[in-house]
């Protein structure tokens, strides 16, 4: 059930921007006929209900999963992807430190909460679904005898109501109260005969359901308020579309006549003068025909609306080969080509000066590609892994062992998170924040950057390896650097997906992550 619940909070977060969507083209279109609103709602039903989505380049959801499946089964640290970075990175640390891994309690503690959060989402929907029974029976209850209107079974009269109202789904009944006149009378059947040839005794019910099943997205009671008012003066249109002047007055006092308090939100019944009437009495005495291009312009924004918020973003899915691209440099030439979604990828070179040997490396678009070390014959064909997290291929022409280092990262030696080779392949040295970060040994900074989960991030290559700096304040190197062990490369932080001040170090030899603390060796 935690996975279903999942499903439903994901989909009832990316229908969010489309209910914004359609609330802001309300507004634009408000002289567009009002079965364009109705339309728009239809559009928010298909988002609720469809367990799935179509990619396209034109989607203008944010992100398509806000929170992954992957919480569950513990193949990722707790955090959202809603596809706006400022709402990330100030949600996703929070998460962090209140989900904390490291002590072997995020994962039970991602369950309780989602189990919890399943149990109490089940529980409102249970109360929403009883509550529409209940007042579905009260409301039966009190209508009490009836007869039958001119002889008509689905038309009938009764003592006990105060407002005509529509009730049922597959066989709808008017129900009309015994004070009304004739006149009065022939008014309402037009509109409750309206809403039953329209389906609005279907879809206002079918609405409920699915607010009752997102019941915990204040937009989706928004989105249901305003569809009742929709559906009311859609209605409202359909009777007075062809009539004069003096009829829309009649019936708007009719409406009048007939208004009713609303006191709460319901699925049922469809009655006459229940939903925001006053607006309603205006859009009547102030209805005009709309023109041609109006519809025409509605009806393709109902289209754009449905392409641009019904799918999702596509994923980076791209299966093209990466055209082949020079490089060059004092010594070198070479061509990379491969898929960037394989785990392998091809690097062809040839030697174009005297020096054969060295640290080579540089980045394209997709994947970052370094070269450590290593004797590189003149011509060289070579495939290596690439990286999960770091798009990172290593030459690893070199057979010489990793040597020991002596010099420790940082000046607090207390390790808050173990080398883990599966769920945390990475040593977390916890600190002071701004406290010194040292290069642990010789060797030549190829990367500085950014990274969300990483925060800011230095790698450091060296003899027959890699050395990863993760979650740091500040950065003192450059890309291209030379440093020396012991050398201060930057400030112990808290940047990234970090549950507070620490270091995340780590060391990818022979295209394996590796613990570093076995290959540390004091003086």
Known sequence: ??????????????????????????????????????????????????????????????????????????????????????????????????????????????HTVLTVSTVVWITGTILMIIYAFISYMLLKKSIGATMLFEGNKRIKVSDGIKTPFILGIFRPVIYIPSSLDKETCDYILEHEKAHIKRGDHFWKPFGFVLLSIHWFNPLCWIAYDLLCKD????????????????????????????????RRISACPLSFGETGVRQRVKGILNYKKPAFWIVLISVSVIVAAGVCFLTIPKKNK????????????????????????TDKITVTGESTGNEESGSIYFRTEAPKLVFVNGDIPSDFTFTGAVGVEHPVIVFSGANGEFENFTVWPTT???????????????????GELGDPIYAITDGTIVYVGWDEVKGNEIILSSKDAL?????????????????????????????????????????????????????????
């Open 1 to 110: 059930m935690n996975l279903i619940f999942l499903k439903i909070l994901n989909i009832s977060f990316t229908t969010c921007w489309l209910i914004l969507a359609v609330i802001v083209l309300r507004l634009i279109f408000c002289k567009a006929p009002k079965w364009v609103s109705c339309l728009l709602w239809a559009l928010v039903f298909i988002r609720l209900v469809l367990p799935f989505s179509f990619e396209s380049s034109f989607s203008m959801i944010p992100s398509s999963e806000i929170i992954s499946a992957d919480i569950i089964t513990g193949d990722s640290l707790p955090s959202i992807d809603s596809g706006i970075a400022i709402i990330n990175d100030t949600v996703n640390p929070i998460m962090a430190k209140a989900f904390v891994p490291d002590e072997n309690k995020g994962s039970d503690l991602i």
């Open 231 to 262: 559906i009311e003066a859609a209605c409202d249109e359909k009777v007075i579309r062809n009539k004069d002047h003096g009829y829309m007055a009649a019936y708007s006092q009719v409406l009048l006549n007939c208004a009713v308090q609303r």
């Open 318 to 341: 791209e299966k093209d080969v990466i055209p082949s691209e020079e490089y060059s440099s004092i010594a070198f030439s070479y061509e990379v080509s491969g898929d960037v979604n």
């Open 412 to 430: 607090s030696e207390r390790i808050s998170v173990s080398y883990e080779p599966e769920t945390h392949p990475e040593t977390d040295i916890a």
């Open 467 to 523: 050395i990863e700096y993760h979650h740091l304040d500040s950065i003192s190197v450059q890309s291209g650097d030379e440093v020396k062990g012991g050398q201060k490369i930057g400030e112990l932080g808290n940047t990234g997906l970090s549950t507070g001040p620490h270091l995340g170090i780590s060391l990818l030899k022979d295209l394996e992550k590796q613990d570093i603390t076995l290959y540390y060796k004091t003086n």
